[in-house]
């Protein structure tokens, strides 16, 4: 079975502390791919990234970063001197080769000024 | 990315009736996609919209609830049938293009059935 877990439902923080967003997944494929998306308060959903099941690399863009390690099914996502603007649902999302996107139930970040 | 547009963004109905929400992207796509996002929730896919053939629909999503159209590869619709005030969600189109994996999501439309 597939399955994403965010076991921070809500998460506060004042502005220009770092917070890292927990991701863990479940899945038997061998290729699969990792996404994280944020959704402001407007709605919207917004890609930020994609990892695939192959490619353990960390990324790094510019205030974020996201370390994946498959050793303990974990994808995080990591916010260095978070902003207001930074405030939003953060969801994690799994697909596998059947192509059907599991969501996360999503992490709820408010940065405080 | 592909570029997703939906009309309409927001609509209030009354129990019984029927709402259509368009999906348009700015490139053709391979897939297409319907999600319901219930307040303070997550996402759930409702049907993969395929061209040129019936929806594949996900446990608990029926047609003749949710019917869906995808005429050609930029364009789908789906219907909700026979408003109740558990319909009331915010419902979104996705796309993705051929070759690669992540989905494009449209703004969304915000229903609220009374």
């Known amino acids: 079975a597939q399955k994403v877990t965010q076991a921070q439902t809500e998460i506060s923080v004042v502005e220009k502390e770092d917070v890292t967003l927990d991701c863990v997944y479940e899945t038997r494929d061998t290729t699969y791919y990792l996404f994280w998306y944020k959704q402001p308060p407007s709605g919207e959903l917004v890609f930020l990234i994609r990892r695939n099941s192959f490619d353990e690399q960390n990324e790094i863009s510019g205030r974020y970063s996201w370390n994946f390690q498959k050793s303990t099914s974990s994808f995080n996502f990591t916010i260095t001197a978070s902003q207001v603007v930074d405030s939003a649902v953060y969801f994690c999302a799994l697909r596998t080769s059947y192509d059907k996107v599991i969501f996360g139930p999503g992490t709820s970040l408010s940065v405080i000024p | ?114």
Do not use: H
């Not at chain 2, 049938?81 to 969600?89: K, L, Y």
């Not at chain 2, 992540?102 to 439309?109: A, C, K, S, V």
């Open chain 2, 1 to 114: 990315s592909a570029v997703i547009s939906q009309k309409p963004s927001r609509d209030i109905c009354q129990r019984g009736t029927s709402l259509t929400i368009q999906c348009q992207v700015d490139s053709q796509v391979t897939m297409m996609f319907w999600y319901r996002q219930q307040p303070g929730q997550s996402l759930t896919l409702i049907a993969t919209a395929n061209q040129g053939s019936e929806a594949t629909y996900e446990s608990g999503f029926v047609i003749d609830k949710f019917p869906i159209s995808r005429p050609n590869l930029t364009f789908s619709t789906l219907t909700v049938s026979n408003m109740s005030p558990e319909d009331s969600s915010i419902y979104l189109c996705s796309a993705a293009e051929t070759g690669v994996y992540e989905q494009y999501f449209g703004p969304g439309t915000r229903l609220t059935v009374t």
